[in-house]
């Protein structure tokens, strides 16, 4: 009897009798992916059982999907669609910009990493404020040699004045329609939970409660964080190429030696 060299609990393949390498059915966590599923359920309901392992409540389905709007695109400002318009506009290749989009949006300010951290903190506080008190004054190290030591509290805008509308439009909306403690009680909680942070909540921090709400690891809200960020990305680069850098929409640049004052253009630059 041959045994199959293909390993994983997530996704279970039957070939087809007569071409090994094809596949006849897939069945993701044991549903049946295009014999069943296909038609009746939903993106959100087959990225939860992807991560998850068993299918979404209702509710569940609910909430991932209006997660996955509010992150669709995080705007020009965000450094994550920064970077990916740039790539856009110079020439790279589609999977080169969104790396890059991947890349710089994967980090502890606003990236990823913050949500890595904010669903470890929920792990950790739950619904406690005084744990919340004591975690953000404490900032525990990450505890690995890859990530230095968060220098503010995950979840919040370090370089923020007040909560933005968007943020508090989202809070509401996904605390409305989930059926987990953490949105709810972020929303009682966030004024006082910014007044220990000394900074207003961020969407990372919506997500990360939205996320733990969800039943996500931190690991796995990491990656879901990334993913769901990338349509915005994407639909910046598409829009900036074959455009001039000269049409670049974003701030322009006074360079305090600026070849341009001197009559050089980039042609005539050694």
Same mark, same amino acid.
């Given at each position: 009897?041959?045994?199959?060299?293909?390993?994983?609990?997530?996704?279970?393949?039957?070939?087809?009798?007569?071409?090994?390498?094809?596949?006849?059915?897939?069945?993701?966590?044991?549903?049946?992916?295009?014999?069943?599923?296909?038609?009746?359920?939903?993106?959100?309901?087959?990225?939860?059982?992807?991560?998850?392992?068993?299918?979404?409540?209702?509710?569940?389905?609910?909430?991932?999907?209006?997660?996955?709007?509010?992150?669709?695109?995080?705007?020009?400002?965000?450094?994550?669609?920064?970077?990916?318009?740039?790539?856009?506009?110079?020439?790279?290749?589609?999977?080169?910009?969104?790396?890059?989009?991947?890349?710089?949006?994967?980090?502890?300010?606003?990236?990823?990493?913050?949500?890595?951290?904010?669903?470890?903190?929920?792990?950790?506080?739950?619904?406690?404020?005084?744990?919340?008190?004591?975690?953000?004054?404490?900032?525990?190290?990450?505890?690995?040699?890859?990530?230095?030591?968060?220098?503010?509290?995950?979840?919040?805008?370090?370089?923020?004045?007040?909560?933005?509308?968007?943020? *508090?439009?989202?809070?509401?909306?996904?605390?409305?329609?989930? *059926?987990?403690?953490?949105?709810?009680?972020?929303?009682?909680?966030?004024?006082?939970?910014?007044?220990?942070?000394?900074?207003?909540?961020?969407?990372?921090?919506?997500?990360?409660?939205?996320?733990?709400?969800?039943?996500?690891?931190?690991? *796995?809200?990491?990656?879901?964080?990334?993913?769901?960020?990338?349509?915005?990305?994407?639909?910046?680069?598409?829009?900036?190429?074959?455009?001039?850098?000269?049409?670049?929409?974003?701030?322009?640049?006074?360079?305090?030696?600026?070849?341009?004052?001197?009559? *050089?253009?980039?042609?005539?630059?050694?």
């Amino acid at each position: 009897m041959s045994v199959s060299p293909i390993h994983t609990r997530i996704w279970q393949e039957t070939p087809e009798a007569d071409n090994p390498f094809a596949t006849r059915t897939a069945r993701c966590h044991g549903y049946d992916v295009y014999g069943a599923m296909l038609g009746r359920a939903g993106w959100a309901e087959m990225v939860y059982l992807l991560f998850r392992g068993e299918a979404p409540q209702p509710w569940q389905a609910r909430v991932m999907d209006m997660l996955a709007v509010a992150l669709a695109n995080a705007g020009p400002r965000d450094p994550a669609v920064h970077a990916a318009m740039g790539g856009g506009i110079g020439g790279s290749t589609a999977a080169s910009s969104l790396m890059a989009a991947l890349a710089v949006g994967a980090g502890q300010v606003g990236g990823a990493r913050e949500v890595f951290l904010a669903v470890r903190d929920w792990r950790d506080c739950g619904c406690d404020l005084p744990a919340w008190r004591e975690r953000i004054a404490a900032r525990p190290d990450n505890g690995d040699d890859v990530w230095p030591t968060p220098e503010h509290t995950p979840g919040f805008d370090v370089h923020g004045v007040s909560t933005p509308l968007i943020v *508090q439009q989202a809070l509401d909306a996904l605390a409305r329609d989930s *059926q987990g403690p953490r949105l709810a009680w972020l929303q009682s909680h966030r004024l006082l939970l910014e007044e220990a942070a000394r900074s207003p909540l961020a969407m990372t921090g919506v997500a990360a409660a939205a996320l733990a709400d969800l039943g996500f690891e931190p690991a *796995q809200a990491e990656m879901l964080f990334l993913l769901l960020r990338l349509p915005g990305a994407a639909a910046h680069v598409l829009e900036q190429e074959g455009n001039s850098y000269k049409r670049f929409p974003f701030y322009p640049l006074d360079l305090e030696d600026d070849p341009a004052r001197r009559g *050089q253009t980039l042609e005539t630059l050694p």
